[in-house]
Nanobody, 115 residues
Framework: QVQVVESGGGLVQPGGSLRLSCAAS????????MGWYRQARGKQRELVAR???????NYADSVKGRFFISRDNAKNMVYLQMNSLKPEDTGVYYC?????????WGQGIQVTVSS
């Protein structure tokens, strides 16, 4: 079994920054990729950013240049640095961990961008 736990969300004003963290633990032999998805109210869950073990990252067009994903392979952790936040970045952010044969999700963490 694999546990995925997010932290670091909260309320921030437009233009502000937040850093999300995600830790994966349990029966992990090899993680292919780790990433972040988000779901705004009334909308489908969408990819925000994803990074492979080799460090290859991809981002949603809406966050390019503002969000930065990084990973600590030794600790099985992934981070999302979010800068210049906009109200449309508001939503529940989910950490995603892809292993060889399974995919795991965290419970989600709320990010609210509002003045």
């Amino acid at each position: 079994q694999v546990q995925v736990v997010e932290s670091g969300g909260g309320l921030v004003q437009p233009g502000g920054s937040l850093r999300l963290s995600c830790a994966a633990s349990g029966s992990i032999s090899s993680i292919y990729s780790m990433g972040w998805y988000r779901q705004a109210r009334g909308k489908q869950r969408e990819l925000v950013a994803r990074i492979t073990g080799a460090g290859s990252a991809n981002y949603a067009d809406s966050v390019k240049g503002r969000f930065f994903i990084s990973r600590d392979n030794a600790k099985n952790m992934v981070y999302l640095q979010m800068n210049s936040l906009k109200p449309e970045d508001t939503g529940v952010y989910y950490c995603n961990v892809v292993l060889r044969f399974d995919t795991y999700w965290g419970q989600g963490i709320q990010v609210t961008v509002s003045s």
